[in-house]
């Protein structure tokens, strides 16, 4: 009788970790914790890594792997579309404390996902239950692939809506993960383009809020180094997790073309107002529209593996 060695499809489930790896949960959670007292722009960077691992051939952990050897590889960071990703050692860190309570359990794919609900969380949005059970890839990183599959920073509502209506979220989900826009900072180098004057007329740009960011971003080379070290924050309260980002889009305060469409368009509008408005509402939509993202091309059972460390495929 050979129990271990079925083959039968395996999904994701909200009791996958329940024999394996009881206090995963809770184990994420202490450890972010005390991490996010020490730097309170951490849950920003891991709500993004999320996004960035699941749009990059699926929620897999291929954005934690380093060239292996000597070999000189590009990996997924070196994608300019990675620019500002940070603090994926924190991942790793969790990752070691999990090997302690839980030796080659809980995979890294699972940890990112965990991560980001709990910087979610932490900083006073909706608790996500998230189904777990993803295995990490075999496969090698590609910086080819994020180069084509991540959105570019001048994205508009158009590019918006199709990337995450095939990820099957409706309007108003896609308007309500954008929300993730909340907390955080963006860099200089990303808001330069706002000031060419071809394409301010259909940005909704508030010419207050243009001043300020012209003053914050001063006309340096979107290249240079100044323009790579200096940031703005995302939404008026940029680390708390609330629906401003959404009065701040309405009103033609958003750092990014589509964080100040959104608040404009007609297909998008009226969810901004309605989130703006109503902040269970925007969470209700947030929730499930972070299930989706996070469900994203998953690989279960025999497709993947457990890292044991997430930077390394294991020989
Ligand atoms: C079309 C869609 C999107 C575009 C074009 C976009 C673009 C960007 C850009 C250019 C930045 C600034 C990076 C920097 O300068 O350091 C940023 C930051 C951020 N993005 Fe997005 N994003 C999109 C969707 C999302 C989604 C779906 C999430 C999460 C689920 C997300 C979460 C974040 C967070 C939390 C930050 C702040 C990061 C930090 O403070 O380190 N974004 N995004
Ligand atoms: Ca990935
Ligand atoms: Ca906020």
Redesign the pocket.
Known sequence: DQMETNNYEETLSYSYYEKTCPKVEEIVKSSLSSMFVLDP?A??????L???DC?VQGCDASILLEPSGDQQQFTELDSVKN?????RDLIGSIKTSLETECPKQVSCSDVIILA?RE?VALTGGPRIAVPLGRKDSLSIYSKHMADSE??????DVD??LS??AGKGMTVEESVA??G????????????LSRFDNANATSQNLDPRFETFLRVACPEFSPTSQAAKVT?VP?DQT?VIFDSAYYDDAIAGRG????DSEIGADPRTRPFAEAFAADQDRFFNAFSS??VK?SSYKVLTGNEGVVRSVCDKVDD
């Open positions: 722009t849950p920003a960077a891991l709500l993004r999320m996004f960035h749009q620019f500002g990703i940070r603090k980001a910087a991540l959105p570019p920073s001048t994205a590019i918006t990337l995450f993960i954008m993730s826009h909340t907390i955080g900072v963006t860099h200089c180098n990303n808001v940031f995302n940029a750092n990014l073309r589509i529209a972070f993202l």
